[in-house]
């Protein structure tokens, strides 16, 4: 059985993210991992504003929760005060995480609410069309940073994962990217890891996923990945940032 | 036996009774009492008390604790209760119940705290996107603030709506005698809550679609309007003048009534009890021979002087005046409110609507 | 003996399993699905059923099974 590979019931359904789109090997993963640690009827997703909108019903075959531009990691919180049985899992963009909700995202983090935080990082607020995000990278074109991005004047890229390790009620932070058949599987395991996490009580848990946005950089699959191996990864390294120390 | 307790301390521990088992706030003068007063006790009764990082943070928890079926409530005032308007407006379209506390301070931007009732407006209208209303609960004492949250959750359950009750200030602050209820749970058996099956996927739980919500909301605000109206009216039946007002200014018009009616002068009072749905119901009994209308209120420009007007024009024959005494940042004393009413009686005060 | 499945209508075309398949069996086809993309096809003399192609399918077109 373990050669198999069989749709996951949460993604069951089809979804509406772009063709190539990151969301939609995160979704599966995160799918495979939830109903491995046998939640797949026991966990709510909280939902951000952006291209995770895709995934309210029917897309997700589990509970969702349409939560407010920025504000999942709240709602999430409000989730797991009032059943700390079930997985509360928010599913952001960096856009909504870390621009409009750097605050609420930081602050969850701060406080090592149970839950977990999985961020889709794509150098974009993707559904609005491919405006400047805090994560955009240093001269990439937006729609609002046409002459590419300054980050003298804009900040340069934002860094969440690296903050959240330093925070003591954060159990576990990694950063994966779904950009090869050996990144998606090293990322499997870090979306395992942040969902054992919570289910073990040990406190806030996040993982943040660099994915291709292939509509909005205008490229193809290939021409994305290669565009975030050059200019995101070595930007953004792979790999676990906090260990978890299981209490 | 009733007790001597602070408006604030009241409002924590009546919320309690009524099956309150998460609170998220912030502090903001003049209602930080409510917090602190849960932060002691929830833990006492094995509840939740959670100091959020800010006033909107906070009512966005209640959005997930409430979809999951728990009786929860925030408080702020001021500006912080602005912050939760966008969250208001998710719980609105989402058929959410949950409780909303507003101790009004007056003014815009940071204002000061003084005793108002500056918010009357944006509270009764909803101050967020889209078209919603909340029940407004407005009491004018301690006792019946408790007596109000007491019904808050059951009315939210009702509509699948927030509900919001509206204190201010002073009422906050002081201290009165009050005797509590005894502790009551909400339902295990509502049947929308997200509880992490999915089995009820298809269309957020029930909720219409987005092309069906406009029908829904008007069904429930026209519901709302229809059975949830609650008013007390004093002396009205033969008053040739009605002052309306609610909260505080209520106790002050009501003495004013007492000494104006002492002099021979047939006023009355429609104190609203809910300042949403407003009690047009309460003008049945304003009589046909009735000469003026006069809101008092704790406002700077008139605010609940245009609710007063539309129940008058709809409930009242005839073009009768109204008139209204906007104290800003005072309970209107009884004495300004007797020298208000000479001038509205002499013609020197003219109509505002 | 082992199958791969393909739920045609679930493609989208972005060619991720193609540019990953070690073994170059997959390819875009000619043919339209309901949803007006060409879908993938696979060359079965060369497919080994590795399930890369599984793995990296944003739209979970693909399924393995043992027989």
Same mark, same amino acid.
């Given at each position: 059985m373990a050669f198999e590979k069989r749709r996951p019931v949460l993604v069951e359904h089809t979804h509406t993210f772009c063709p190539g789109c990151g969301h939609g090997i995160f979704a599966r993963l995160l799918a495979e991992a939830i109903q491995e640690a046998g939640y797949e009827r026991k966990a709510i997703l909280s939902l951000g504003v952006g291209c995770c909108c895709n995934m309210n019903p029917p897309s997700w075959s589990g509970d969702v929760l349409q939560t407010a531009h920025g504000r999942a990691a709240s709602v999430a919180t409000g989730v797991k005060v009032a059943r700390p049985d079930l997985l509360s899992i928010s599913y952001q963009g960096d856009g909504d995480a870390y621009v409009i909700g750097l605050n609420e995202t930081l602050n969850a983090a701060y406080r090592g609410e149970n839950i977990c935080t999985f961020v889709i990082l /794509? /150098? /974009?607020?993707?559904? @609005? &069309?491919g405006q400047m995000s805090w994560t955009t990278m240093p001269g990439q074109k937006t729609t609002t940073s *046409?002459? &590419?991005?300054?980050?003298?004047? @804009? &900040?340069? *890229?934002?860094k969440v994962p690296e903050i959240m390790a330093t925070l003591p009620n954060v159990s576990y932070v990694a950063r994966g990217a779904v950009t090869s058949p050996k990144n998606i599987n090293q990322l499997k395991k870090y979306i395992k890891e942040a969902i054992s996490a919570q289910i073990n009580g040990e406190g806030y848990s996040f993982v943040e996923i660099v994915s291709p946005c292939p509509t909005n950089w205008a490229m193809n699959v290939k021409d994305s990945i290669k565009w975030i191996d050059d200019n995101v990864i070595p930007y953004y390294p792979l790999g676990v940032l906090k260990e978890r120390t299981g209490e | 036996m009733k007790e001597m307790w602070k408006g604030n301390h009241a409002i924590a521990e009546a919320a309690l009774r009524a099956g309150c088992k998460f609170y998220a706030g912030y502090p903001i003068t003049p209602q930080t009492e409510v917090g602190e007063y849960l932060s002691a006790r929830m833990p006492e009764l094995g509840r939740t008390f959670l100091q959020a990082e800010n006033e909107m943070s906070a009512a966005y928890m209640l959005f997930g604790a409430s979809a999951c079926g728990m009786r929860c409530m925030t408080s702020s005032s001021g500006p912080g209760f602005s912050l939760k308007q966008e969250a208001i407006s998710y719980l609105c379209t989402n058929f959410l119940p949950a409780l909303f506390v507003n101790v009004i301070r007056w003014g815009p931007g940071l204002g000061n705290l003084d005793s108002a009732q500056t918010d009357y407006l944006r509270d009764t209208r909803g101050g967020g996107n889209g078209d919603y209303r909340l029940v407004v609960l407005a009491p004018n004492s301690i006792q019946e603030t408790v007596d109000l949250l007491y019904d808050a959750y059951d009315i939210a359950e009702r509509y699948r709506n927030p509900v919001e009750l509206l204190s201010e200030a002073a009422l906050g602050q002081m201290m009165e005698p009050v005797e509590f209820p005894e502790f009551k749970e909400g339902p295990t058996d509502l049947d929308w809550v997200w509880d992490g099956t999915g089995d009820k996927n298809s269309y957020d739980h029930g909720r219409p679609t987005t092309a069906g919500k406009p029908a829904a909301f008007r069904k429930k605000i026209e519901t709302m309007r229809e059975n949830e109206q609650r008013w007390e009216n004093y002396k009205v039946q033969d008053a040739d003048y009605v002052f309306v007002s609610y909260g505080l200014p209520s106790r002050t018009t009501r003495t004013a009534v007492d000494k104006l009616r002492a002099e021979g002068e047939k006023v009355g009072l429609i104190r609203p009890i809910t300042a949403w749905p407003f009690p047009y119901k309460g003008f049945e009994e304003v009589p046909g021979t009735v000469k003026g209308m006069i809101s008092v209120e704790s406002t700077d420009s008139g605010q609940v002087i245009e609710d007063v007007a539309l129940a008058t024009k709809k409930m009242c024959a005839g073009n009768i005046p109204v008139y209204g005494l906007f104290s800003g940042q005072n309970i209107p004393t009884p004495v300004h409110i007797i020298e208000y009413f000479e001038k509205v009686k002499s013609g020197e005060e003219k109509e505002a609507f | 003996m082992a199958t791969l499945h393909i739920d045609t209508d679930r493609c989208k075309s972005c060619g991720y399993c193609v540019i990953s398949c070690p073994q170059e069996a997959l390819a875009i086809s000619d043919s339209l699905n309901e949803n007006g993309y060409n879908y993938v096809e696979c060359d079965e003399s060369k497919c080994v059923k590795c399930g890369i192609c599984y793995t990296v399918c944003p739209d979970v077109v693909f399924e393995l099974t043992e027989d």
């Open positions: /794509n /150098n /974009n607020f993707a559904m @609005t &069309g *046409p002459a &590419g991005r300054d980050c003298k004047v @804009t &900040g340069m *890229p934002i | - | -």
